[in-house]
C-alpha cells in the first residue's frame, strides 16, 4: 500500500476512483484500520475519489510515542492532503475519525467541503473510563488487545447483528486483536482528552451526524448536542450500535452518498 512520509515515520493510505472525482476522506474509529469502509468502497468510488488511511497508531501507519492529541491526528490529515495535492475533501469519519472531523471543520473549514460526524460525541467518555484501558493496555499488550476485540463485539454491534452477520463482525473486531497496544493506547489517551463542547458551534461547514440508536458508547442524545449547535446541520439515526457503517450497510451508505451529493 502507499505511504506519505510524515516527520516520525509513514501514513498508510488508500486512493481509489476517478481521478477527476471530488475527494472524500474517510478516517477510522479506533481499534479498527482503513477496511472498516470496506462496504462504502463500491459505491462512493463511483462518485469520489476516496482517501481512506489508518490513523496513526493503527493498521500500517507509524506507531510513534505516545500519548497522541486529536490535533496531532487532525494535522495528520492535512500533511496527507498537501502530500496528495488535494486542497479541499469531503471529510467522513467515525467516533475517533469523528473527534479528528470536528477538529479540522473547526481548525482547518477551508480544508473541508461537507462533513460527516458518525457515531461521535463532542466529548467521548471519561478519564475514568479511559485511564484504567490504557493501564491495562500498556501492562498486558496483546492479551489486553485480545480481551478487548471479544468486549467490543457488544459495543460497536447490536446482539442481533453480531450473531446473524459474524461474517462482517468477525474482519472488524479483528482489526482490534491486531492494533498495536502502545499506538491503541496512545489514541485512547487522544480520546479521553479531546473535548469540542465549546467548539462546535463555531463549525460552518454542511453537516450530517449519523447515530445508532443502539450506541451505547456514543449515544443519539450525543448527537443532538452536535446537531442543535451547528447550524443546518442534519441528523440520522439508523438502527445499530456503534459502527452503524458495518451494521446499517446499504442504508448509511446511501444516506451519506445523498448528503454529499445535495
Not at 493496555?137 to 446473524?164: H, K, N, Q, Y
Not at 449547535?229 to 439508523?238: D, K, L, N, P, S
Amino acid at each position: 500500500m502507499p505511504a506519505v512520509k510524515l516527520a516520525d515515520g509513514e501514513l498508510n493510505y488508500l486512493l481509489e476512483g476517478p481521478a477527476t472525482a471530488p475527494v472524500l476522506v474517510l478516517s477510522n474509529s479506533l481499534g479498527t484500520d482503513l477496511h472498516m469502509w470496506d462496504a462504502q468502497i463500491p459505491t462512493f468510488t463511483e462518485h469520489f475519489r476516496v482517501l481512506r488511511y489508518d490513523t496513526r497508531g493503527h493498521g500500517k501507519s507509524l506507531v510513534s510515542e505516545g500519548p497522541y492529541s486529536i490535533e496531532q491526528n487532525g494535522r495528520d490529515v492535512l500533511a496527507l492532503l498537501d502530500a496528495l495535492d488535494i486542497p479541499r475533501a469531503h471529510f467522513c469519519g467515525l467516533s475517533m475519525g469523528g473527534l479528528i472531523g470536528q477538529w479540522l471543520a473547526v481548525n482547518a473549514s477551508e480544508r473541508l467541503q461537507r462533513v460527516v460526524l458518525c457515531n461521535t460525541a463532542a466529548k467521548i467518555g471519561s478519564p475514568e473510563v479511559w485511564n484504567p484501558r490504557i493501564e491495562t493496555v500498556l501492562r498486558d499488550g496483546s492479551a489486553a488487545m485480545r480481551a478487548l476485540r471479544d468486549a467490543s463485539v457488544a459495543r460497536w454491534f447490536t446482539p442481533e447483528f453480531a450473531i446473524t452477520e459474524s461474517a462482517k463482525v468477525e474482519p472488524v473486531v479483528g482489526m482490534l486483536a491486531a492494533t498495536s497496544p502502545e499506538g491503541y493506547a496512545a489514541n485512547c489517551a487522544a480520546v479521553r482528552d479531546a473535548d469540542f463542547r465549546e467548539q462546535v458551534a463555531s463549525i460552518k461547514l454542511p453537516l450530517l451526524v449519523v447515530c445508532g440508536t443502539q450506541d451505547v458508547v456514543t449515544t443519539p442524545t450525543d448527537g443532538r448536542f452536535l446537531v442543535e449547535r451547528v447550524a443546518g446541520a442534519q441528523m440520522v439515526e439508523f438502527h445499530a450500535a456503534h459502527l452503524s457503517n458495518v451494521e446499517a450497510g446499504e442504508l448509511f451508505t446511501q444516506r451519506v452518498l445523498d448528503f454529499l451529493q445535495a
